[in-house]
């Protein structure tokens, strides 16, 4: 039975990059085990953009304190438990930490299903924070109609590449914006994106209207600041924006810039609409046995770029803003019955 947990705790409170000095690895015992809580032995960590928001003074998502347990979503397999709902061997997933063993109430995990895809697969093209993320900006916020031109960036991204997919199934014309020349050819050649713009090394402005002379239809946002405003200036009449996240700015939350050309909005009877997936509860069910569908019968890709070792946590989520991850980025904890 396993005795100790080893957890990432935040050190030092980041003031602007995020960067492997601001965490530290500890060792802890564990404890006994209370009535209604259940223990995991974490086998995936989901690498989320939110994790950075967690990081300073009132927080959306609920704040970490320096010498406090790095939150995450993760999934694993029950090793005891005090609920009688979940038993020995289970697979579960839900807010377990960065940590290898988490004891975690009840009430705040969920059965995994590895038959319909394998327990990484719950995390990205079937987790929360990614497919069902894509899954809900597209069908409830942003329904693409066949013809449409639907952009979305930080394409090469979780959400980005599964929102991407969603709207090319239900019949839109799609352009992906990511960083460097590989991942734009990951987007056309893997995913099936009709275009790609590399921000990096094309005029994103100029490459829009090249790709979408008619103006854009539905404008899927994961990155906001500057390019939030190269798009509002290229929407079309009636467009729609849904506003997912804002990478761009996580790290600079005491100084977010918003977009200067919102008036598009009106001159263009534009909308724009954020969201966050928790508010969506009844798309849940949809969400996923559609999505677990297209996996199995590989209508969607979903990359995972996995690190091994709780150790690398902090360097996969400094990955993720650095933009060094194609798909979606997980850190794997090997036991050691695993070799």
């Given at each position: 039975m396993t005795t100790v947990n080893q957890k990432i705790?935040?050190?030092?409170?980041?003031?602007?990059?995020?960067?492997?000095e601001h965490f530290s690895l500890?060792?802890?015992?564990?404890?006994?085990?209370?009535?209604?809580?259940?223990?995991?032995?974490?086998?995936?960590?989901?690498?989320?953009?939110?994790?950075?928001?967690?990081?300073?003074?009132?927080?959306?998502?609920?704040s970490v304190?320096?010498?406090?347990?790095?939150?995450?979503?993760?999934?694993?397999?029950?090793?005891?438990t005090g609920s009688e709902q979940f038993h020995v061997g289970d697979a579960v997933k839900g807010p377990v930490g960065a940590q290898t063993v988490a004891t975690v109430p009840a009430q705040y995990l969920e059965t995994v299903d590895e038959s319909l895809a394998p327990l990484s697969a719950h995390l990205g093209a079937l987790g929360l924070t990614t497919g069902l993320t894509a899954w809900v900006?597209?069908?409830?916020?942003?329904?693409?109609?066949?013809?449409?031109t639907f952009v979305v960036s930080a394409a090469a991204g979780a959400v980005g590449s599964?929102?991407?997919?969603?709207?090319?199934?239900?019949?839109?014309?799609?352009?992906?914006?990511?960083?460097?020349?590989?991942?734009?050819?990951?987007?056309?050649?893997e995913l099936g994106f009709d275009a790609a713009i590399d921000y990096k090394n094309d005029d994103v402005?100029?490459?829009?209207?090249?790709?979408?002379?008619?103006?854009?239809?539905?404008?899927?946002?994961?990155?906001?600041?500057?390019?939030?405003d190269v798009v509002l200036d290229q929407m079309a009449e009636r467009g729609r924006i849904v506003i997912c996240g804002a990478i761009s700015q996580y790290e600079r939350t005491g100084d977010v810039?918003?977009?200067?050309?919102?008036?598009?909005?009106a001159e263009r009877q534009c909308r724009m609409e954020g969201f966050a997936v928790f508010h969506f509860p009844e798309s849940y069910a949809p969400a996923t046995a559609e999505l677990a569908g297209w996996l199995a019968d590989g209508s969607i890709v979903m990359t995972e770029q996995v690190v091994t070792g709780i150790e690398r946590f902090p360097e996969a989520l400094e990955t993720m803003f650095t933009g060094g991850n194609v798909g979606k980025l997980l850190v794997h904890i090997e036991r050691q019955d695993e070799g």
């Open positions: 705790v935040l050190a030092e409170m980041p003031q602007g990059a995020v960067g492997p500890e060792v802890e015992d564990l404890g006994p085990l209370e009535e209604g809580q259940v223990r995991i032995a974490v086998d995936y960590i989901s690498i989320d953009a939110f994790i950075r928001t967690t990081l300073r003074d009132g927080s959306f998502h609920q304190g320096v010498g406090g347990t790095i939150g995450a979503l993760g999934a694993g397999h029950v090793i005891d900006g597209v069908r409830d916020i942003g329904r693409p109609q066949p013809g449409e599964i929102a991407g997919q969603i709207a090319r199934m239900d019949g839109a014309r799609v352009i992906g914006i990511a960083g460097g020349p590989a991942k734009a050819a990951h987007l056309v050649d402005a100029a490459r829009l209207r090249e790709l979408a002379p008619d103006g854009v239809n539905v404008y899927f946002d994961n990155v906001g600041g500057e390019l939030l810039r918003g977009p200067s050309l919102y008036l598009r909005l």
